[in-house]
């Protein structure tokens, strides 16, 4: 086993790796069980290699959790997506999964690919983040949702259950 646990995958300019059948085996970091969400417990540099959809989720299932700040996430032009269908029409927040949460970290980026589907926010990070390029859609609650001092740039979010950017202090 490496630092990480169960050797997580690490791309060869050393960035660990995360995709569905690493998700499922659980170890990417310490703490971080099989299935979802993911745990990322480490700060440093994270990419997927593959789309994320956890099986059997529900609106209050989460994919990926940010539990350490300075953290990168590169969705790598890949999706993460939940359940949930028919946001915004008949959509109401239907639970607090959400795509990726790092609420109450810092320094957290979040770019590249898709987020949709979560009974939650698609992405919520706390302050000091940075959201780009990221398509959000058809979330229970806001698209993305970030606190004091962040940026999003070049993002869509549409078709949410609340408001598409949320924007803290």
């Known amino acids: ?19 569905q059948a ?20 480490v700060s440093g540099a994270y990419r997927l290699t593959g789309n994320l959809a956890p099986p059997g989720a529900t609106g209050a299932t989460s994919a990926i959790s940010i539990t350490a ?12 997506e939940g359940p949930v269908t028919g946001c ?7 639970g607090a999964g959400n795509g990726v949460s790092g609420v109450g970290r810092s320094n957290v980026t979040v770019r590249n690919g ?4 979560f009974g939650g926010n698609g992405v919520a990070l706390g302050s000091e983040a940075r ?3 990221v398509h959000s859609a058809g979330n ?3 698209g993305i949702e970030v ?7 070049s993002c869509i979010a549409r078709s949410n259950g609340d408001v598409g950017l949320y924007a803290g202090n």
């Open 69 to 80: 700040n300075d953290v990168s996430l590169d969705l790598n032009g890949f999706r993460i």
């Open 88 to 94: 915004p029409g008949a959509c109401t927040p239907t």
């Open 22 to 41: 690493a998700a499922l085996a659980g170890g990417i970091t310490p703490g971080d069980t099989a299935g979802f969400p993911v745990t990322l417990s």
């Open 114 to 117: 898709t987020v949709r589907g």
């Open 140 to 142: 229970g609650d806001d």
């Open 1 to 19: 086993a490496g630092i990480f646990g169960a050797s997580p995958a690490l791309g060869v300019d050393g960035v660990r790796e995360i995709n």
């Open 131 to 133: 959201v780009d390029r």
């Open 147 to 153: 606190s004091s001092g962040s940026l999003v740039s």
